[in-house]
Nanobody
Framework: QVQLVESGGGLVQAGGSLRLSCAAS????????MGWFRQAPGKEREFVAAVSNSGGITDYADSVKGRFTISRDNSKNTVDLQMNNLKPEDTAVYYC??????WGQGTQVTISS
């Protein structure tokens, strides 16, 4: 059973940067696409970014295009989310997802104005 553990969340001022990381256990990591999602208080969980199993294809929500970059390292079983020019509306719990069904526990990102 693959498990996902996110890290890197925190509190930063608007305009700042954070880098989230998701570490996966298990030997099947490189077989699956990976994604980042977020959930703000009182809102539904939403898609943020995704990367193909090889890392060659990425996709982003319109709200983060040009500011966030997703990447993965299959030799380390990690997927990162570099977040730049952060805005207060980026405040949420960020979750990584493996394939279609496996979620991490989430990491809190708070952006102050």
């Amino acid at each position: 059973q693959v498990q996902l553990v996110e890290s890197g969340g925190g509190l930063v001022q608007a305009g700042g940067s954070l880098r989230l990381s998701c570490a996966a256990s298990g030997r099947t990591f490189s077989s699956y696409a990976m994604g980042w999602f977020r959930q703000a208080p009182g809102k539904e969980r939403e898609f943020v970014a995704a990367v193909s199993n090889s890392g060659g294809i990425t996709d982003y929500a319109d709200s983060v295009k040009g500011r966030f970059t997703i990447s993965r390292d299959n030799s380390k079983n990690t997927v990162d989310l570099q977040m730049n020019n952060l805005k207060p509306e980026d405040t949420a719990v960020y979750y990584c997802k493996l394939g279609g069904t496996i979620w991490g526990q989430g990491t809190q990102v708070t952006i102050s104005s």
